[in-house]
């Protein structure tokens, strides 16, 4: 055995040993926010109103301008983190700090809003395909008030695993392999991992014991599940239950999906539009703050 085998053992456990099931497949309701962008929410809708602390996830997708031209103009955001992943289009950032960044096909913003921002996302394309997500992560009660912050992460600044014959993954966060996401510093941990699968190929990926998390397919269909398991097709979550890992196969066709885990909080959650916090008095405050300009 080499030393190099040795030393990984112990952080990266190559091999689940307890398969997750698919406790329940959601579909998301066809919507739309800011400035009437058309969207799905799958995470935050009746049927799927958390997966702690996955507070929303939307899917973005038309190639459609009168669909999304709009925008999301300035708003306001605290107690929460918003994370967009592109994969088609592009989207300007801008805030109220003087912030700005642009949004291109395979890249990532993980905001951490804490206290407030005030921000604006638009898109910046007349036509063609926008497609991409926005996932809300909650912040721990001691972390909602914390100074924003953002980590913009371009496309080639995202590595690409191929754990698996004719499977490749972009590490967005969390690690697979002994290869870690640049996502860094974020409470809940998480994993967000974008698995491509070729026809017939299958991967086994080692997910925290301690997180909750969800498959999400983007494109195709897969199975999702060892011993048992759960057919997902496009527009599908999956939310899993408890084990170290998780086993995707594809069928005849290509799949793609993405992998999302994060430690849940097991926190009151007070919600008001764009205010997540844990107590109603604490949402008056942020609406009052909001109102006198504070944020
Ligand atoms: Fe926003």
Redesign the pocket.
Known sequence: MTATATQRAPTHPATPQTFRQVQRIVRGRPTSDGAGVKLTRVIGQPGLDMIDPFLMLDEFRSDSAGDYIGG?PE?P?RGFE?VTYMLAGRMRHGDNQGNSGLLTPGSVQWMTAGRGIL?S?MPEQENGLMWGFQLWVNLPAKDKMTTPRYQDIAPEAIPEVAPAAGVTVRVIAGSIDGVTGPVSGIATEPVYLDIRLQPGSTVEVPLPATHSGFAYVYEGQAQVGKGTSAHLVRGDLGALGTGDGVRIAAGDAPARLILVAGKPLNEPVAKYG?FVMNTQQQIVEAVEDFRAGRF
């Open positions: 999301f708003h955001h918003t921000h996302e764009p």
